[in-house]
């Protein structure tokens, strides 16, 4: 018996499924003690863990769901798959699925892992696009801080609240995503806590 199936031996199928859109076909994942099969609209294939190159877990916010999570694969002559913690369900409302995902994602790391084949695990956005990401954030914080201490000098309180609460949104939700997105390598057997929603 190879180590691949030595691993995988018991393994029992678990599926996770998703509506990145409302007007869009589902993307249906199921590990199976061989690999992943996924299923997106008119196409699907077969993904053997000891094919899988790359992983990267991140935190991808939208306006309507701020806590949404994003696992991404890239594998041998397979095209890259996105599963994502939350669902749209009606033309206003998306879905979080934090339990099932979580359970999905832990899961296909321990398979993964368990192969044995070197994979790099990468969190949080790319160099490239957080650090710059991050200057422009905190350049806005100070402009609004300042804009605040200004409004107070001049005796528009109303506007000093008003600002104050946004800069204080801002920080929150801003602060949130550069924190969770901080570029990284994680195990392939320890996925990162922070990218990962609470259950």
Sequence with gaps: MTNERAAESGDTDIAYTYRPSI??????????????????????GHIPYRSVRRLRMSYKPMSMQTHRFVTEIWADDAPKLQIVSTSWKSMVELERQDKTYAAFITELHRRVASVGTPVQCLQGRSQVAYWPGLVVFIGVALALAATTARAVESG?????????????????????????????????DEPPAELMPKT
Aim: charged share 15%; hydrophobic share 55%; glycine share 12%.
């Design 23 to 44: 007007m869009g076909a589902p993307w249906e994942f199921k590990l199976t003690p061989h690999g992943i099969d996924w299923v997106v609209g008119s196409r699907s």
């Design 156 to 188: 528009i309180f109303g506007a000093a609240v008003v600002i104050a609460a946004f800069l204080a949104l801002f920080l929150w939700q801003g602060g949130n995503f550069f924190r969770r997105n901080r570029p990284g390598v994680y195990r392939v």
